[in-house]
């Protein structure tokens, strides 16, 4: 079927035509039939477009030798042999058929071979030049069915190096080939995206010659990620992404937003009153904040630090910019465990400062909900800590101007939504604990803006780090007895065995008997997702006043609560957690003066990867640099699931080895933007190309809507 035959059915409106050919079906490339088609599916590829972003993952050499001496075996082969006798097989063996090249003689073998085929192709005394590979079988160099063999003439179509795919079910080497080569027909020069300065600098080739060259390797070396070749192509998939999250922030941008400018009072009152300087990072934090606060845009922001950096000074003093501008903040946490935690941190200093502090949650009922709402309504409330019941219908502010959500990855995006309805304009900070690989946040988070707490404050003692056998359990609770006895306080937790709460409540609950039997029934206590919230807020409060001494939970159990006096942490089954899972939970000792250790108890023998994970852990305290190590020993699609997280996948880039590439596509993209916000010059133009070959519609749309 010609090509404008073909019905050109669901062509996005607006997808420019010099790319129909490439996202015209596939099977109008050659060598692709209607059934071969649905294979390509299995390596994640329906247009042409899909073929030529699909690389090669390997390479054969075959690079003409005078013999198969000339190379080690087992191993790729091509030489120019005489054919000699056809062994036919007798009974059910292979046809072999003796071959010689310039210095030795060896065989070629064939299993299921069929009428006069080979009487055909290889006649008796030919010249041939054969290429596959040649392995010792019985003391005999033989090379199961060649996959070429040539007279010498017509050997020159042989490359010297021959490009590998990904294959699936129903797909072969040869059909890939033929089909890229006929998708790299298919290719137009398009008008350059890239920064020329950039280009000029990697020394990167244009689009349409970086494709040929990729799927085109010549050697080894071809191959590799660094190759510019392959680095553009990279680089290309970084770029679109990176355009459309930062397309994505200057719609945003463009929303009008209330310019919510300080004038530093109620800071200066706070920070005269701690105890302490804040550290460098958190100055440039708020610095960063008060600076984007004062802009008629809206924040979005994300403060990253890792646990005991310091986030809640930080927070404080982005809720001061807003009341110093006259209005409110609110400040919101996925648990009232931890919106209580907040209340407590916060109230003494806004107390400081002559401001009004409240917390609003699901415990809230009656007169004296009714009360705090009307306080709120009238702005008499200047700072609301609370859950989700801050969602509420009946929850009205006075002048909302900033909205804290504490902990990205608990808070759907619907319920940001809902917040920002509340106050129309306000400004959002998120803060998240889970420190993040800067690639991941840059792919993740790139339509926000980040302030990073990398420095965390001075006079924390390192909590030691000890892998235990579980096998040693007795000696465990042997030396929780003692340090009970110095007066210190333990957290003992228990692991997500299976995806079912009900069982991991019950290992815990086994737990829980245990430790009480051997340190006394009422020094220990269990906490876990099963029981209803004021049961847990009773038993987290008694454990925060010592009533209790340890306390047994699962992690399904928000254990932020803040116990300065808890310097012990026992995990159970530490191998089966994620590296950020026992950072984050180790990074609940250490807050007060004794020296805290995290006992780390896993089940021998222990696999490779856990063991690494786990000594990683034990090396360091660093939360950057144990996401790091996660990111390498796990990947990235692994380390946050790449469905939910929105993370995009990559045919070409790899988020673990290309952070740097990643970054410059992100500053690139932003730059480009400030330039021409609605990609009308030369370069603009070219890069809706590209966001259209890299099916970014949605990205399209928020530029045409304006
Ligand atoms: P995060 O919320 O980031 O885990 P917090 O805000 O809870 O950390 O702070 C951890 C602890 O460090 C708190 O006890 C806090 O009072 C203290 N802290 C915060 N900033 C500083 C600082 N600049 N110097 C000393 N201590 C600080
Ligand atoms: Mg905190």
């Given at each position: 079927?010609?090509?404008?035959?073909?019905?050109?059915?669901?062509?996005?409106?607006?997808?420019?035509?010099?790319?129909?050919?490439?996202?015209?079906?596939?099977?109008?490339?050659?060598?692709?039939?209607?059934?071969?088609?649905?294979?390509?599916?299995?390596?994640?590829?329906?247009?042409?477009?899909?073929?030529?972003?699909?690389?090669?993952?390997?390479?054969?050499?075959?690079?003409?030798?005078?013999?198969?001496?000339?190379?080690?075996?087992?191993?790729?082969?091509?030489?120019?042999?005489?054919?000699?006798?056809?062994?036919?097989?007798?009974?059910?063996?292979?046809?072999?058929?003796?071959?010689?090249?310039?210095?030795?003689?060896?065989?070629?073998?064939?299993?299921?071979?069929?009428?006069?085929?080979?009487?055909?192709?290889?006649?008796?005394?030919?010249?041939?030049?054969?290429?596959?590979?040649?392995?010792?079988?019985?003391?005999?160099?033989?090379?199961?069915?060649?996959?070429?063999?040539?007279?010498?003439?017509?050997?020159?179509?042989?490359?010297?190096?021959?490009?590998?795919?990904?294959?699936?079910?129903?797909?072969?080497?040869?059909?890939?080939?033929?089909?890229?080569?006929?998708?790299?027909?298919?290719?137009?020069?398009?008008?350059?995206?890239?920064?020329?300065?950039?280009?000029?600098?990697?020394?990167?080739?244009?689009?349409?010659?970086?494709?040929?060259?990729?799927?085109?390797?010549?050697?080894?070396?071809?191959?590799?990620?660094?190759?510019?070749?392959?680095?553009?192509?990279?680089?290309?998939?970084?770029?679109?992404?990176?355009?459309?999250?930062?397309?994505?922030?200057?719609?945003?941008?463009?929303?009008?937003?209330?310019?919510?400018?300080?004038?530093?009072?109620?800071?200066?009152?706070?920070?005269?009153?701690?105890?302490?300087?804040?550290?460098?990072?958190?100055?440039?934090?708020?610095?960063?904040?008060a600076e984007d606060m004062a802009q008629p845009h809206r924040m979005n922001r994300l403060l990253q630090g890792d646990v005991g950096s310091g986030k809640t000074l930080v927070a404080l003093m982005a809720l001061l910019i807003a009341v110093e501008a006259g209005g409110q903040g609110v400040m919101m946490a996925p648990t009232s465990i931890l919106a209580g935690q907040h209340h407590l941190n916060l109230k003494p200093l806004a107390d400081e400062a002559g401001i009004v502090c409240e917390i609003l949650t699901g415990a809230d009922k009656g007169p004296?909900?009714?009360?705090?709402?009307?306080?709120?309504?009238?702005?008499?409330?200047?700072?609301?800590?609370?859950?989700?019941?801050?969602?509420?219908?009946?929850?009205?502010?006075?002048?909302?101007?900033?909205?804290?959500?504490?902990?990205?990855?608990?808070?759907?995006?619907?319920?940001?939504?809902?917040?920002?309805?509340?106050?129309?304009?306000?400004?959002?900070?998120?803060?998240?604990?889970?420190?993040?690989?800067?690639?991941?946040?840059?792919?993740?988070?790139?339509?926000?803006?980040?302030?990073?707490?990398?420095?965390?404050?001075?006079?924390?003692?390192?909590?030691?780090?000890?892998?235990?056998?579980?096998?040693?359990?007795?000696?465990?609770?042997?030396?929780?007895?003692?340090?009970?006895?110095?007066?210190?306080?333990?957290?003992?937790?228990?692991?997500?065995?299976?995806?079912?709460?009900?069982?991991?409540?019950?290992?815990?609950?086994?737990?829980?008997?245990?430790?009480?039997?051997?340190?006394?029934?009422?020094?220990?206590?269990?906490?876990?997702?099963?029981?209803?919230?004021?049961?847990?807020?009773?038993?987290?409060?008694?454990?925060?006043?010592?009533?209790?001494?340890?306390?047994?939970?699962?992690?399904?159990?928000?254990?932020?609560?803040?116990?300065?006096?808890?310097?012990?942490?026992?995990?159970?089954?530490?191998?089966?957690?994620?590296?950020?899972?026992?950072?984050?939970?180790?990074?609940?000792?250490?807050?007060?003066?004794?020296e805290s250790t995290c006992l780390l108890l896993y089940r021998a023998p222990m696999g490779e990867t856990a063991t690494r994970r786990l000594q990683v852990m034990r090396e360091t305290e660093d939360g950057f640099r144990i996401a790091e190590e996660d990111l390498a020993i796990r990947g990235a699609g692994d380390l946050i699931g790449t469905a939910q997280s929105g993370l995009p996948r990559f045919r070409i880039a790899d988020l673990e080895g290309q952070a740097a590439l990643m970054a410059l596509a992100q500053t690139d993209a932003r730059t480009l933007?400030?330039?021409?916000?609605?990609?009308?010059?030369?370069?603009?133009?070219?890069?809706?190309?590209?966001?259209?070959?890299?099916?970014?519609?949605?990205?399209?749309?928020?530029?045409?809507?304006?």
């Amino acid at each position: 079927m010609a090509e404008k035959d073909r019905p050109k059915a669901h062509i996005p409106k607006g997808r420019p035509e010099i790319l129909f050919p490439l996202f015209a079906s596939l099977d109008a490339l050659d060598g692709v039939g209607p059934k071969t088609a649905k294979s390509y599916a299995g390596i994640g590829v329906e247009t042409p477009k899909d073929l030529i972003l699909t690389l090669p993952v390997g390479g054969l050499d075959r690079t003409r030798r005078e013999s198969i001496r000339d190379v080690p075996l087992p191993g790729m082969a091509t030489v120019e042999v005489t054919v000699g006798a056809h062994l036919k097989p007798k009974g059910r063996g292979p046809y072999r058929i003796d071959v010689e090249d310039a210095k030795t003689a060896f065989q070629l073998v064939f299993f299921h071979a069929r009428g006069d085929y080979l009487d055909r192709t290889l006649p008796t005394g030919s010249r041939r030049v054969v290429s596959g590979k040649v392995e010792l079988y019985d003391g005999i160099a033989q090379m199961a069915h060649p996959d070429h063999m040539l007279p010498p003439e017509e050997a020159a179509s042989i490359p010297p190096f021959e490009p590998v795919y990904p294959l699936a079910q129903g797909l072969t080497q040869k059909g890939v080939h033929k089909a890229v080569t006929s998708a790299l027909d298919r290719v137009e020069i398009l008008g350059e995206w890239i920064d020329l300065d950039l280009v000029r600098e990697r020394d990167w080739p244009a689009w349409s010659d970086a494709l040929q060259a990729a799927h085109r390797p010549k050697g080894a070396a071809d191959l590799s990620r660094a190759h510019p070749a392959r680095e553009r192509l990279a680089y290309d998939e970084l770029f679109a992404h990176q355009l459309t999250l930062s397309l994505a922030r200057a719609h945003r941008r463009r929303k009008p937003g209330l310019v919510s400018k300080g004038d530093g009072a109620l800071r200066d009152k706070v920070l005269k009153t701690l105890p302490y300087k804040p550290t460098g990072a958190q100055i440039r934090a708020v610095e960063e904040i008060a600076e984007d606060m004062a802009q008629p845009h809206r924040m979005n922001r994300l403060l990253q630090g890792d646990v005991g950096s310091g986030k809640t000074l930080v927070a404080l003093m982005a809720l001061l910019i807003a009341v110093e501008a006259g209005g409110q903040g609110v400040m919101m946490a996925p648990t009232s465990i931890l919106a209580g935690q907040h209340h407590l941190n916060l109230k003494p200093l806004a107390d400081e400062a002559g401001i009004v502090c409240e917390i609003l949650t699901g415990a809230d009922k009656g007169p004296e909900r009714r009360a705090k709402l009307a306080a709120l309504a009238k702005g008499d409330i200047h700072i609301l800590v609370g859950t989700h019941a801050v969602f509420q219908n009946d929850v009205t502010f006075h002048d909302l101007r900033l909205a804290i959500v504490d902990e990205q990855h608990r808070f759907g995006v619907r319920e940001r939504v809902r917040l920002s309805q509340k106050g129309a304009a306000a400004d959002i900070l998120v803060m998240t604990a889970t420190p993040i690989p800067r690639t991941l946040s840059l792919a993740q988070y790139g339509d926000m803006d980040l302030s990073v707490l990398d420095e965390k404050p001075p006079g924390r003692t390192p909590v030691k780090t000890a892998l235990i056998s579980t096998a040693r359990l007795d000696e465990v609770v042997d030396r929780l007895r003692t340090a009970l006895a110095e007066g210190r306080q333990v957290y003992w937790v228990c692991p997500l065995v299976e995806e079912s709460e009900v069982y991991d409540a019950t290992a815990a609950e086994e737990r829980f008997k245990m430790l009480r039997a051997a340190l006394g029934d009422d020094a220990v206590a269990l906490v876990h997702g099963q029981m209803p919230s004021a049961q847990k807020n009773a038993i987290m409060a008694a454990f925060k006043a010592g009533d209790t001494r340890v306390l047994v939970a699962t992690t399904v159990i928000e254990v932020g609560v803040d116990v300065p006096n808890a310097s012990i942490m026992v995990i159970e089954q530490a191998e089966i957690f994620g590296l950020s899972q026992l950072h984050q939970l180790r990074g609940r000792v250490g807050r007060g003066a004794a020296e805290s250790t995290c006992l780390l108890l896993y089940r021998a023998p222990m696999g490779e990867t856990a063991t690494r994970r786990l000594q990683v852990m034990r090396e360091t305290e660093d939360g950057f640099r144990i996401a790091e190590e996660d990111l390498a020993i796990r990947g990235a699609g692994d380390l946050i699931g790449t469905a939910q997280s929105g993370l995009p996948r990559f045919r070409i880039a790899d988020l673990e080895g290309q952070a740097a590439l990643m970054a410059l596509a992100q500053t690139d993209a932003r730059t480009l933007l400030a330039r021409d916000p609605e990609l009308e010059g030369a370069r603009g133009q070219s890069a809706r190309v590209l966001l259209w070959l890299m099916e970014q519609d949605k990205a399209i749309r928020l530029l045409d809507v304006g």
